[in-house]
């Protein structure tokens, strides 16, 4: 958003970090939250990231103190508030629904939190102006929620989530509304914002491209558990395990087999000499769609790359890429993905064809097999 | 823009699909009839024949005779207050029960509240007459609530409970809740449970979320409400002549015992004429009123 020189970026709001320790709650018999322990820096931007029911939500609701949890302490900053009821917590939070209030202005929806902590009404009038003004939304204060549009309303809920100053950001799938192209300009503006207040943002969503694209740290939540708290370049590069690998990103997974002697073999390609972790597991070989390129088998150097060979079962252009399934002895399906300039005949291939796959060997990403380690 | 340059000559089917359109209009007015001539017959002849009655003198011509009366005579007067009074405390009666009802039946799970909505329902459907008889044997001198309440030491002596005003509101009250409860339910049930998160999030205790939020967002459903229960309780008959015992003379009773006394019909018109105006122009400036509401809280 615009580096409007406001009060926010005074300084007045210093960032608070949160701690999370052995959180859990229970909905019958099901876990929702499974002693969760989190630790959110002070001013990072972190997101929380799984399929719908992986207790995201219950998480961020338990955060803002919308659902009592059977166990576990929440702290912001030293301060104890898992008793703290939710007006009481004095934290940020842009709803999925944005739950603006229907029956006042746009400037009344932001100077709400404002009057509750009795802020005189000039002071009040200058920093609804100026969050305004920081969401783009100058000149309609005036403005009935309903005359609005899906983006503006986010916007609002945003100015009204922040004008109050307060040190924790929360936000529940906030952009799942807008269309895509929308959703991905406000991906970057909300990043901005969030450089521009320096507040510890805790951001959930569903959509892996939105973690990948805002996040300091990404955490990879699944049936109530923490399975991989990483940065996004990690957690794209470095799955913990085949659930991470499989839920961002694209990936093929192959099953690797081990020789006893720290070599790992898909059939009959050598994936890695010298594996040390444990042999009794099972592991795979997980691919990214887009680190494989056309190779000339006799071409390839095996010391740097893998080469895989098969038919092309499907292709299909999507624009920017192209998008094909090599079939490996009628066995297996590799992914593979590759940019669509005009003059490759990558843009050529037909169900049938014979085709080549490399994969260099710093591309190769080594995972335990099942969804828990 | 295209397509506006192309009008001048005719498309294809052009006409015919214009026939087909004007057909399906016809063929929809037509399903309306039976609903018009129904509101012709029952409404507007007899009103109309209200009219022509209230303004024809005892001797069969045209004159004021019915409503000068109404102006000379302080009795009159009287039961149109008595017909306002009641209606205004039964609507506030049905609001002060009626509010914590339905926002009860709003906080319930649907399931839960279905249940508890058909409990509010239920005597909605028994007939009118046998509730108001019931709440006779309930409320009179040796009636069950007099002996109970003396048994428990409440009063010694049985109290006047029935056969006067507060028999009235008492019965009144009970078979108007619904009409209040229901459109309140329906428009609190439309109010977001985000909405009280996002108050409670921005700094507002529970106590300022439902006067902030919740209570204006509710005021769609409660003016409605309270306008139907108005409007019926001011044309209200069995209730007040059973239970008021004479002495609750509204409008609508009024107008029984002048066709039963003096079979007037031109001064039983009139009172009947004049409570339908009052009647219409309260909605009116109701809506006035409500539209000033929207100003206020918004179009909800």
């Known amino acids: ?373 | 823009m295209s397509a506006s340059t192309a009008s001048k000559t005719e498309g294809i089917n052009e006409k015919l699909l214009r026939i087909q359109g004007i057909r399906e209009q016809r063929l929809l007015l037509s399903l309306a009839t039976p609903a018009v001539l129904a509101i012709v017959a029952i409404i507007v002849i007899p009103v109309g024949w209200l009219f022509y009655l209230s303004f024809t003198g005892s001797n069969g011509h045209l004159s004021l005779e019915n409503y000068q009366r109404m102006i000379e005579y302080k009795s009159y007067a009287r039961v149109f207050v008595t017909t306002f009074q009641v209606s205004i405390l039964t609507t506030l009666i049905c609001i002060l029960i009626g509010y914590p009802l339905a926002y009860f039946l709003a906080m319930l799970p649907q399931r839960l509240a279905g249940f508890f909505m058909l409990a509010v329902l239920l005597p909605f459907w028994t007939s009118l007459l046998v509730r108001t008889y019931a709440w006779l044997v309930l409320l009179q001198k040796n009636g069950i609530l007099n002996d109970f309440a003396m048994s428990v030491g409440l009063w010694d002596t049985p109290v006047k409970l029935v056969h006067n005003l507060t028999g009235t509101l008492i019965g009144m009250a009970h078979i108007m809740l619904p009409f209040l409860v229901l459109p309140l339910y329906g428009s609190m049930r439309k109010i977001q449970r985000d909405l009280m998160h996002a108050a409670a999030n921005l700094g507002a205790s529970p106590v300022q979320s439902f006067w902030k939020i919740y209570f204006p967002l509710s005021m769609s459903g409660m003016v409605a409400g309270s306008l139907i229960v108005f409007v019926l309780c001011l044309g209200f008959y069995v209730t007040p002549a059973v239970l008021g015992g004479g002495r609750v003379v509204m409008v609508a009773t009024q107008i029984t015992a002048i066709l039963e006394n003096q079979y007037n019909w031109g001064a039983a018109s009139a009172l009947g004429v004049v409570l339908l105006i009052a009647t219409l122009v309260i909605l009116y400036a109701a809506t006035k009123l409500m539209k000033l509401d929207a100003a206020l809280f918004g179009k909800h």
């Open chain 1, 1 to 373: 958003m615009s580096s409007h020189p406001d009060s926010e970026s005074s300084g007045a709001s210093t960032a608070l970090p949160i701690h999370i320790q052995g959180l859990t709650k229970k909905y019958g018999q099901m876990f929702a939250l499974d002693s969760v322990d989190l630790e959110v820096k002070s001013g990072e931007f972190l997101t929380l990231l799984g399929p719908s029911g992986s207790g995201k939500t219950t998480l961020l609701m338990a955060i803002a103190g919308f659902n009592r949890p059977d166990a576990g302490s929440i702290r912001f900053g030293e301060t104890e508030v898992i008793l703290t009821p939710p007006h009481q917590r004095n934290v940020g939070m842009v709803f999925q629904s944005y739950a603006l209030f229907p029956h006042m202005s746009v400037a009344e929806n932001i100077a709400f939190p404002l009057k509750l902590r009795g802020i005189a009404a000039a002071e009040t009038a200058q920093r609804v102006e100026a969050a305004l003004t920081t969401v783009q939304l100058d000149g309609l204060g005036d403005r009935d929620i309903e005359q609005l549009s899906g983006g503006q309303r986010q916007r609002v809920a945003l100015a009204r989530a922040f004008v109050f100053r307060p040190r924790i950001l929360l936000m529940d799938e906030p952009l799942s509304a807008l269309d895509k192209k929308l959703r991905e300009q406000m991906q970057i503006e909300l990043k901005h914002l969030h450089e521009q207040l320096g507040v510890t943002t805790v951001y959930v969503t569903h959509d892996q491209r939105e973690a990948l694209t805002m996040s300091d740290r990404i955490v990879v939540i699944n049936h109530g558990k923490l399975t991989q708290i990483d940065t996004p370049h990690n957690i794209y590069n470095h799955p913990a395990n085949a659930f991470v690998a499989d839920f961002i990103g694209e990936s093929t997974m192959l099953p690797l087999e081990h020789d006893g002697s720290g070599k790992l073999f898909f059939q009959d390609h050598l994936v890695e000499t010298d594996f040390k972790t444990d042999a009794a597991r099972n592991w795979s070989l997980v691919i990214r769609p887009e680190r494989l390129f056309m190779a000339d088998k006799k071409a390839v150097d095996s010391e740097k790359a893998i080469v895989f060979s098969g038919v092309v079962r499907d292709f299909v252009f999507q624009g920017e890429t192209a998008f094909a399934l090599m079939s490996i002895n009628d066995k297996y399906d590799l992914a593979f993905r590759f940019g669509t300039d005009s003059s490759s005949s990558q843009n050529i291939l037909q169900a049938g064809d014979q085709v080549s796959l490399g994969l260099n060997r710093s591309d190769v990403i080594i995972i335990p097999q099942g969804d828990d380690s």
